[in-house]
């Protein structure tokens, strides 16, 4: 079936290094993908997003790339720092009439000191 | 701006009681969403609303119920609570996309945390 899902659930880093966090999405219809960052006992706050005519597209600090040819798209975060720490999710639309997101599982991002 | 409030922040309630959850935003959005969230797990959606007046199905909609009497403001019902339906539940809003902008982000309330036992 459709899914959107995420390849790893927990990422430990070290501060400075840079994180990767990884998804994969199954229909090629989707034409929006957008990524979240919920800390914990908070709602979802947005990072970036991109729609499928792009293949990156960069924020401060954070950057997303779409390969559309395997379904897979990424968030690239540099110089991660503790305030990192949180679950990523990715999620999708495949109706931009609705804005209807199906969310992936989430990765766990933990940042060591 | 609040943003998007959700009301109450925590509830328990007892098998087959009844209660809404409140939502309100105040940036005059088009749509607006209701998910609920599993531990460990991602959000799935329960229902949302295109504008005052529609509403529609989500992926979980069993229990549930919904009204959008105003732009502002999008309560979920629950008639006969159930232990299944213990979950944070996240409520959101998003603006009409539009002059060559396919999508916008949906921006989240705090959560209300619901426990059934």
């Known amino acids: 079936g459709e899914s959107v899902g995420l390849h790893l659930p927990t990422l430990s880093v070290q501060e400075g290094d840079n994180s990767i966090i990884n998804c994969a999405y199954s229909?090629?219809?989707?034409?929006?993908f957008i990524w979240y960052k919920q800390e914990s006992g908070k709602g979802p706050q947005f990072i970036i997003d991109?729609?499928?005519?792009?293949d990156k597209r960069q924020g401060q600090r954070v950057t997303v790339l779409l390969n559309k040819t395997v379904k897979h798209l990424s968030l690239q975060i540099a110089a991660t720092q503790p305030g990192d720490s949180a679950v990523y999710f990715c999620a999708e639309s495949r109706s931009s009439n609705t804005g209807k997101l199906i969310f992936g599982q989430g990765t766990t991002l933990q940042v060591k000191p | 701006n609040a943003g998007v409030t959700q009301t109450p922040k925590f509830r328990i309630l007892k098998i087959g009681q009844s209660m809404t959850l409140q939502c309100t935003q105040d940036m005059n959005h088009n749509y607006m969403y209701w998910y609920r969230q599993d531990p460990g797990m991602g959000l799935k959606l329960i229902y949302y609303?295109?504008?005052?007046?529609?509403?529609d199905k989500g992926e979980v909609p069993n229990g549930y119920n919904v009204s959008r009497s105003t732009t502002e403001d999008f309560p979920l019902r629950l008639e006969l609570a159930a232990p299944s339906q213990t979950s944070v539940y996240f409520c959101?809003?998003?603006?009409?996309?539009?002059?060559?902008?396919?999508?916008?982000?949906?921006?989240f309330g705090p959560g209300t945390r619901l426990t059934v036992t």
């Open positions: 229909n090629s219809a989707s034409d929006y």
């Open positions: 609303s295109v504008g005052a007046g529609i509403t």
């Open positions: 959101a809003s998003k603006r009409l996309a539009g002059g060559g902008v396919v999508a916008y982000e949906q921006y």
């Open positions: 991109i729609r499928s005519n792009m």
